[in-house]
Protein backbone atom coordinates (compact mmCIF):
# COMPACT_ATOMS: atom_id res chain seq x y z
CA UNK A 1 0.00 0.00 0.00
CA UNK A 2 3.31 2.15 0.81
CA UNK A 3 5.06 1.95 -2.41
CA UNK A 4 1.78 2.49 -4.84
CA UNK A 5 0.59 5.31 -2.81
CA UNK A 6 4.52 6.75 -3.54
CA UNK A 7 3.84 5.48 -6.93
CA UNK A 8 0.81 7.54 -7.40
CA UNK A 9 1.93 11.26 -7.51
CA UNK A 10 -1.32 13.09 -9.48
CA UNK A 11 -3.45 12.16 -6.58
CA UNK A 12 -3.12 13.37 -3.13
CA UNK A 13 -4.82 14.56 0.25
CA UNK A 14 -8.58 14.28 0.39
CA UNK A 15 -8.93 12.25 -3.65
CA UNK A 16 -6.14 9.49 -2.39
CA UNK A 17 -8.27 8.71 0.75
CA UNK A 18 -11.50 9.27 -1.12
CA UNK A 19 -10.82 7.11 -3.87
CA UNK A 20 -9.52 4.21 -1.56
CA UNK A 21 -12.70 4.39 0.72
CA UNK A 22 -15.03 4.03 -1.92
CA UNK A 23 -12.65 1.27 -3.51
CA UNK A 24 -12.65 -0.67 -0.16
CA UNK A 25 -16.61 0.15 0.17
CA UNK A 26 -17.44 -1.42 -3.30
CA UNK A 27 -14.66 -4.19 -2.16
CA UNK A 28 -16.57 -5.03 1.25
CA UNK A 29 -20.07 -4.65 -0.24
CA UNK A 30 -19.13 -7.14 -3.09
CA UNK A 31 -17.89 -10.09 -0.42
CA UNK A 32 -20.97 -9.39 2.05
CA UNK A 33 -23.24 -9.60 -0.44
CA UNK A 34 -22.12 -12.69 -2.04
CA UNK A 35 -21.61 -14.04 1.36
CA UNK A 36 -25.09 -12.84 3.37
CA UNK A 37 -26.67 -10.73 0.87
CA UNK A 38 -27.57 -6.93 1.24
CA UNK A 39 -30.32 -7.24 4.25
CA UNK A 40 -28.42 -5.29 7.07
CA UNK A 41 -30.50 -4.56 10.53
CA UNK A 42 -28.97 -1.56 11.96
CA UNK A 43 -30.96 -0.66 15.10
CA UNK A 44 -32.06 2.96 15.00
CA UNK A 45 -30.18 3.89 18.33
CA UNK A 46 -26.46 2.73 16.42
CA UNK A 47 -27.20 4.89 13.30
CA UNK A 48 -25.53 8.09 15.05
CA UNK A 49 -22.31 5.99 16.76
CA UNK A 50 -22.07 4.28 13.47
CA UNK A 51 -21.68 7.94 11.87
CA UNK A 52 -19.34 9.34 14.06
CA UNK A 53 -17.01 6.40 13.73
CA UNK A 54 -17.22 6.02 10.11
CA UNK A 55 -16.57 9.83 9.64
CA UNK A 56 -13.75 10.71 12.49
CA UNK A 57 -11.98 7.54 12.74
CA UNK A 58 -11.94 6.24 9.16
CA UNK A 59 -12.85 9.38 6.64
CA UNK A 60 -10.40 12.21 9.08
CA UNK A 61 -8.14 9.58 9.61
CA UNK A 62 -7.57 8.13 6.53
CA UNK A 63 -6.98 11.71 5.16
CA UNK A 64 -4.43 12.38 7.54
CA UNK A 65 -2.61 9.07 6.88
CA UNK A 66 -2.72 9.49 3.33
CA UNK A 67 -1.91 13.29 2.76
CA UNK A 68 1.28 12.69 5.44
CA UNK A 69 2.49 9.22 3.67
CA UNK A 70 4.29 10.90 0.64
CA UNK A 71 6.41 13.10 3.32
CA UNK A 72 7.62 10.11 5.44
CA UNK A 73 9.67 7.83 4.91
CA UNK A 74 8.52 4.43 4.21
CA UNK A 75 9.88 2.82 7.46
CA UNK A 76 8.23 5.37 9.49
CA UNK A 77 5.23 4.36 7.98
CA UNK A 78 5.51 0.91 8.12
CA UNK A 79 6.58 1.27 11.68
CA UNK A 80 3.08 3.85 12.11
CA UNK A 81 1.14 0.61 10.74
CA UNK A 82 2.62 -2.08 13.34
CA UNK A 83 1.57 0.41 16.06
CA UNK A 84 -2.02 0.76 15.27
CA UNK A 85 -2.93 -2.46 16.40
CA UNK A 86 -0.76 -2.00 19.25
CA UNK A 87 -2.63 1.02 19.87
CA UNK A 88 -5.85 -0.63 19.55
CA UNK A 89 -4.94 -3.47 22.58
CA UNK A 90 -4.09 -0.69 24.69
CA UNK A 91 -6.53 1.40 24.77
CA UNK A 92 -9.10 -1.10 24.82
CA UNK A 93 -6.98 -2.46 28.13
CA UNK A 94 -6.93 1.16 29.40
CA UNK A 95 -10.33 3.00 28.00
CA UNK A 96 -12.68 -0.19 28.15
CA UNK A 97 -11.37 -1.83 31.15
CA UNK A 98 -10.52 -5.11 28.99
CA UNK A 99 -8.01 -7.39 30.47
CA UNK A 100 -5.30 -8.53 27.70
CA UNK A 101 -4.44 -12.10 27.52
CA UNK A 102 -0.74 -13.80 27.80
CA UNK A 103 -1.40 -14.58 24.50
CA UNK A 104 -2.17 -10.51 23.98
CA UNK A 105 0.64 -9.96 25.58
CA UNK A 106 3.11 -11.88 23.43
CA UNK A 107 2.14 -10.68 20.69
CA UNK A 108 2.00 -6.73 21.40
CA UNK A 109 5.46 -7.52 22.84
CA UNK A 110 6.49 -8.88 19.04
CA UNK A 111 5.02 -6.36 17.10
CA UNK A 112 6.52 -3.57 19.44
CA UNK A 113 9.88 -5.48 19.08
CA UNK A 114 9.61 -6.25 15.28
CA UNK A 115 9.26 -2.55 14.63
CA UNK A 116 12.26 -1.37 16.83
CA UNK A 117 14.26 -4.08 15.53
CA UNK A 118 13.05 -3.35 11.47
CA UNK A 119 13.59 0.56 12.25
CA UNK A 120 17.31 -0.52 13.80
CA UNK A 121 18.34 -2.48 10.95
CA UNK A 122 17.44 -0.29 8.57
CA UNK A 123 18.97 2.65 9.96
CA UNK A 124 22.52 0.41 10.56
CA UNK A 125 22.47 -0.51 7.01
CA UNK A 126 21.76 3.25 5.54
CA UNK A 127 24.51 4.14 7.45
CA UNK A 128 27.21 0.89 5.95
CA UNK A 129 26.05 2.19 2.73
CA UNK A 130 26.74 5.97 3.80
CA UNK A 131 30.29 4.73 5.10
CA UNK A 132 30.78 2.62 2.17
CA UNK A 133 30.08 5.57 -0.20
CA UNK A 134 32.33 7.64 1.61
CA UNK A 135 34.96 5.11 1.69
CA UNK A 136 34.66 4.55 -2.10
CA UNK A 137 34.97 8.31 -3.08
CA UNK A 138 37.76 8.70 -0.70
CA UNK A 139 39.47 5.78 -2.70
CA UNK A 140 38.68 6.96 -5.81
CA UNK A 141 40.18 10.37 -4.78
CA UNK A 142 43.33 9.06 -3.98
CA UNK A 143 43.82 6.66 -7.08
CA UNK A 144 42.73 10.13 -9.16
CA UNK A 145 45.28 12.14 -7.62
Keep these: ?13 LENAALQLIISFLTAAFFVGSKQGFAINIPQSSILPIFILGLLNTGIGCYFYFSSIRKLPVQTVAVCGYLEPISAVLFSVFLLKEIMQPLQIMGAILILGGAVFIDIVINIVMLNIFVYSEIMFLFHMVLSS
Design 1 to 13: MVIFNKKAKDITG
